[in-house]
C-alpha cells in the first residue's frame, strides 16, 4: 500500500506519519544490478499545509544489499535522507496527485529513494578488487620469470 495521506486533515492541523513502507511499493527493483532493495523504507514524516502546496519534513531510512564494484562481495548499505523535505503544490503544473481527497507520497520518495543510492557501491574504500590473475609468473629458461598474458602468448604464434 502506497504512502498516502488526507489532505483534508490538514486544514486542522499537520499530520504525523509513521512507519514501514513495503519495497514491493516503491518499485525499486531493477534499477541497480548492484544495488537490491530487500528491507522496508523506515519513515517518519511531519506534514503540513502552507497555503496553496503541502510541506512534508522528516527522516527517511532503509538498508539496501549491494555488490561491491571491485570485488563483488555483498554487503549492507544504509540509505538515510535526515533532514527530507518535500514541497508539493496543490495546483499547477507540478501539483501532487490527488485522488478521494488523498495525496500518494511514493512517487517522491522513490525518487529521492535512488538519488542517494551509492554511484559506485564498494565494500571498503580499501578494496583491492578481485584476484589479478595476469600477475602470476611462470618459470623461463634460465630462472627467469615473466608475466603472463594475453600479448605474451599471442606473440608464441608462427604464422
Request: glycine share 6%.
Amino acid at each position: 500500500m502506497p504512502l498516502t495521506f488526507n489532505i483534508r486533515h490538514l486544514e486542522e492541523k499537520e499530520a504525523l506519519l509513521r512507519g514501514d513502507l513495503a519495497v514491493a511499493d516503491l518499485e525499486l527493483e531493477g534499477c541497480d544490478e548492484l544495488i537490491h532493495a530487500r528491507q522496508p523504507l523506515r519513515y517518519d514524516l511531519r506534514a503540513e499545509r502552507i497555503g496553496q502546496a503541502i510541506l512534508v519534513q522528516g527522516r527517511l531510512e532503509m538498508v539496501v544489499d549491494c555488490e561491491c564494484a571491485r570485488c563483488l562481495k555483498p554487503f549492507h548499505h544504509s540509505v538515510v535522507l535526515d533532514p527530507w523535505t518535500a514541497h508539493l503544490p496543490l495546483d499547477g503544473p507540478e501539483a501532487v496527485p490527488i485522488k478521494d481527497d488523498l495525496a500518494d507520497l511514493t512517487p517522491f520518495l522513490r525518487e529521492d529513494i535512488l538519488l542517494e543510492y551509492p554511484q559506485h557501491p564498494l565494500c571498503g574504500t580499501d578494496c583491492g578488487g578481485l584476484p589479478n590473475r595476469t600477475n602470476e609468473k611462470k618459470a623461463t629458461g634460465a630462472g627467469r620469470t615473466e608475466a603472463s598474458s594475453a600479448w605474451s602468448e599471442l606473440n608464441k604464434l608462427k604464422f
